[in-house]
């Protein structure tokens, strides 16, 4: 039973102003696996008041000292791997080969990724007689999900920390054990008192106040396209930045030239990886619509060969996160059967076998229509929806039609005519043929998917702001 029940604020672990527990629970076991504080406005101001005090010198460090502190970092992250694997494992349920072998990769990538690229970055330009300069925007304050939790956390204090920003993060109460757990490694590379700080609590306490908070700079948030409305909303009256990354609905063009069997079992995996949890999951698969019945008979070979279980075995999928997300799981699921679409795979109710637990039947649905209520809502969960195309205009018509864009998927056997494609569809990223994730280049969506970007060089620039020194040069 884990009893993270402190802050860290100011270099130290401190207890809430006013204790208030909230139990964690395991989505596997559905009992409690540790507890947390529920931090408050107070416990708040606390932590930006240390993250403004330290900005004042951290801000003016030399790119030499935060390339000794990513080291440090590095390293310290380094000699906590199990334990990460091992929080994210029992915080949300990841299988144990999918925490050790994406979950805890990806979040270290992050930092190797930040400290390579600050070796050559010149925040400064010279045009003229001016001067461009770019420099740390100030106190960032940081709300990260569930979904991937430590990937999330440092692919926000990495770029941070290479270019000055001090920092205060409010992680997902659903999922708070590999926050405590990167805290400790950032105290035991010994950041600067203040520069990194961390409070727990929920959205309407503590994301509320940190939206609104009048020494926050910036807000860098990631989670819901609902919960980051009412980000942006309470942000407003401080004109801070926000930086959003939010909810997804990624169509898969499956090409005429595409070797079919190939395409549409692959995403059939794709789809299933952290049990749909993804918010780039390729959840829309977009087949020639005379071919639906031989893809539908892909799928559900491929859903056949799934292992759904504890997330300490041997399986493929493990539980979502929490009751209220299965519970939502299992309303689309009813909604596209009501709504006429062909159930191919899975279902509603738990698998077969697993009677404990929050696990969701892999599912498939083929004769879908963009209008469906699964075709426009992010499940977030292993649920696939097959979408028929008369035509190549039509496919890319499909794909946009929606009020998200956050990722794309293009699969074909003609990389010149995938490309072509590619540029077509309004995403943030578009992978063509199941390429791997490149975590040096930009990562963020379109429309009701977010604003501005993460990961790479591109997330440095998403933490500073721009001052042009004019005379710099004497005329």
Not at 206 to 230: K, L, Q, W, Y
Not at 440 to 465: C, D, I, L, V
Request: with cysteine; charged share 20%.
């Amino acid at each position: 039973m884990r009893n993270y029940l402190d802050f860290y604020i100011d270099g130290a672990w401190v207890p809430p102003i006013e204790p208030r527990a909230l139990d964690v629970i395991d989505p596997a076991t559905e009992q409690a696996a540790g507890r947390i504080s529920l931090g408050s406005a107070g416990d708040l101001d606390r932590a930006v008041a240390a993250a403004r005090r330290a900005f004042g010198s951290f801000a003016f460090s030399s790119k030499a000292e935060r390339l000794d502190l990513l080291d440090a970092i590095v390293d310290a992250l380094g000699a906590r791997s199990q334990d990460f694997a091992d929080a994210v494992r029992e915080e949300m349920g990841a299988p144990a080969a999918l925490a050790s072998g994406a979950h805890v990769p990806f979040a270290f990538a992050h930092f190797e990724i930040a400290r390579q690229l600050l070796r050559e970055f010149d925040p400064e330009t010279q045009m003229g007689g001016s001067r461009l300069m770019k420099e740390p925007i100030g106190v960032v304050g940081m709300i990260t999900p569930w979904n991937w939790p430590i990937n999330q956390i440092a692919c926000k204090v990495a770029p941070a920390i290479a270019v000055g920003c001090t920092m205060v993060l409010k992680p997902s109460e659903v999922a708070p054990f590999s926050a405590q757990i990167f805290a400790e490694a950032m105290h035991a590379a010994q950041v600067p008192a203040g520069v990194f700080n961390m409070v727990n609590g929920d959205g309407p306490t503590v994301g509320a106040a940190m939206s609104a908070h009048e020494d926050i700079d910036m807000i860098s948030f990631t989670g819901s396209t609902r919960a980051g409305v009412e980000v942006a909303r309470g942000a407003a009256n401080t004109v801070k930045r926000v930086h959003q990354e939010l909810g997804g609905k990624s169509a898969n063009i499956i090409l005429e030239d595409a070797d079919l069997a190939v395409a549409v079992g692959q995403g059939v995996e794709a789809m299933m990886v952290n049990a749909g949890q993804s918010c780039n999951a390729p959840s829309r698969m977009l087949v020639p619509a005379a071919r639906m019945a031989e893809a539908a008979d892909v799928a559900k070979a491929v859903i056949a060969r799934q292992k759904v279980g504890a997330p300490t075995g041997d399986v493929n999928l493990g539980p979502v996160v929490s009751d209220v997300q299965w519970g939502r799981i299992q309303q689309l699921i009813a909604a596209g059967i009501a709504e006429g679409a062909t159930l191919v795979a899975g279902g509603e109710g738990r698998p077969d076998g697993l009677n404990q637990g929050y696990y969701v039947r892999p599912t498939v649905f083929a004769d879908v229509t963009n209008d469906m209520t699964i075709a426009q809502e992010e499940i977030f969960g292993p649920v696939l929806v097959m979408i028929g195309y008369e035509n190549e205009e039509q496919a890319i018509e499909i794909a946009n039609d929606s009020p998200y864009g956050l990722a794309g998927y293009v699969q074909s056997g003609d990389i010149d005519h995938g490309r072509q494609v590619a540029r077509r569809i309004r995403a943030g990223q578009v992978a063509l043929n199941y390429a791997p994730l490149d975590l040096a280049m930009p990562f963020g969506g379109y429309k009701r998917s977010g604003n501005g970007r993460e990961w790479g060089e591109h997330a440095f620039h998403e933490f500073m702001e721009v001052k042009a020194v004019l005379g710099y040069v004497p005329a």
